[in-house]
């Protein structure tokens, strides 16, 4: 656990890391590390990760930049679809009974990202439109902030909208709006894998889990796959105790 604990405050900047090998998960877990195995493993499938900074948001944070970057090569009708949802959301809340006078000035930084930022870095293109999109995600209070906590909302959204996500609810919490309330609206909350599915869902993305809990000493790695992602939006992340970074094939 002290090694979770030392990433996690390492990675309080930036926001997201650079883009490291994978081998530099050896130079955070020493050779006796029981995560080791499984980092070996990840290296026959995963060529590189970015760290991702663990403030409570990291899933969210992490999601968000995979999409993004996306959305640099995906069709245009993949940005037109997703800037669709994200507009018509904050009426979908209202009609919820959130408050859209407290949830409007997220959900236009969040329109913003998509109709500004997005379109200008998909014209650049290449390295300089990967840039454009790691620098604002990297901004401390920055646009990408706003729109990660929004994330939160809509994923509560997606989880009232469909019944089927009540099955797979903790005895913990009485209904699934106690479960928004207490899991997913807070900032600081981490995504477990219910939030996971319903952002996997609502955003239409495929979204792959490896899970690194250095359990196995043979180093075999858990995956999840969830959402289908049907026009090619996809999101790659690594799971260990309490934190999730971002991997690339």
């Given at each position: 656990?002290?090694?979770?604990?030392?990433?996690?405050?390492?990675?309080?900047?930036?926001?997201?890391?650079?883009?490291?090998?994978?081998?530099?998960?050896?130079?955070?877990?020493?050779?006796?590390?029981?995560?080791?195995?499984?980092?070996?493993?990840?290296?026959?499938?995963?060529?590189?990760?970015?760290?991702?900074?663990?403030?409570?948001?990291?899933?969210?944070?992490?999601?968000?930049?995979?999409?993004?970057?996306?959305?640099?090569?995906?069709p245009p009708s993949v940005l037109h679809r997703l800037t669709t949802y994200i507009k018509t959301s904050?009426?979908?809340?209202?009609?919820?009974?959130?408050?859209?006078?407290?949830?409007?000035?997220?959900?236009?930084?969040?329109?913003?990202?998509?109709?500004?930022?997005?379109?200008?870095?998909?014209?650049?293109?290449?390295?300089?439109?990967?840039?454009?999109?790691?620098?604002?995600?990297?901004?401390?209070?920055?646009?990408?902030?706003?729109?990660?906590?929004?994330?939160?909302?809509?994923?509560?959204?997606?989880?009232?909208?469909?019944?089927?996500?009540?099955?797979?609810?903790?005895?913990?919490?009485?209904?699934i709006s106690d479960f928004c309330k207490r899991e997913v609206e807070p900032t600081g909350r981490e995504?477990?894998?219910?939030?996971?599915?319903?952002?996997?869902?609502?955003?239409?993305?495929?979204?792959?889990?490896?899970?690194?809990?250095?359990?196995?000493?043979?180093?075999?790695?858990?995956?999840?796959?969830?959402?289908?992602?049907?026009?090619?939006?996809?999101?790659?992340?690594?799971?260990?105790?309490?934190?999730?970074?971002?991997?690339?094939?």
């Amino acid at each position: 656990m002290d090694e979770i604990e030392s990433i996690n405050e390492a990675s309080s900047t930036p926001l997201v890391s650079q883009l490291y090998p994978i081998s530099h998960l050896n130079t955070i877990f020493p050779p006796s590390s029981p995560f080791r195995p499984q980092i070996s493993t990840l290296s026959s499938t995963f060529t590189s990760l970015r760290i991702i900074k663990g403030d409570g948001s990291c899933f969210y944070r992490a999601f968000l930049y995979a999409i993004l970057t996306s959305l640099l090569t995906s069709p245009p009708s993949v940005l037109h679809r997703l800037t669709t949802y994200i507009k018509t959301s904050l009426s979908l809340l209202g009609d919820a009974g959130y408050s859209k006078d407290a949830l409007e000035m997220f959900h236009d930084e969040f329109v913003e990202l998509l109709e500004v930022t997005v379109k200008d870095c998909r014209e650049k293109g290449g390295q300089e439109g990967m840039d454009g999109i790691h620098k604002v995600m990297t901004e401390e209070g920055g646009s990408a902030e706003y729109c990660c906590w929004y994330m939160r909302p809509l994923c509560s959204l997606q989880l009232k909208s469909d019944p089927k996500y009540s099955s797979f609810l903790p005895s913990s919490y009485s209904d699934i709006s106690d479960f928004c309330k207490r899991e997913v609206e807070p900032t600081g909350r981490e995504c477990d894998q219910l939030q996971v599915i319903a952002l996997a869902e609502a955003f239409e993305a495929r979204v792959e889990v490896s899970y690194v809990d250095g359990h196995d000493k043979e180093g075999k790695v858990t995956k999840h796959t969830f959402g289908e992602g049907t026009d090619g939006l996809m999101v790659n992340v690594m799971y260990r105790p309490g934190h999730y970074d971002l991997l690339y094939p």
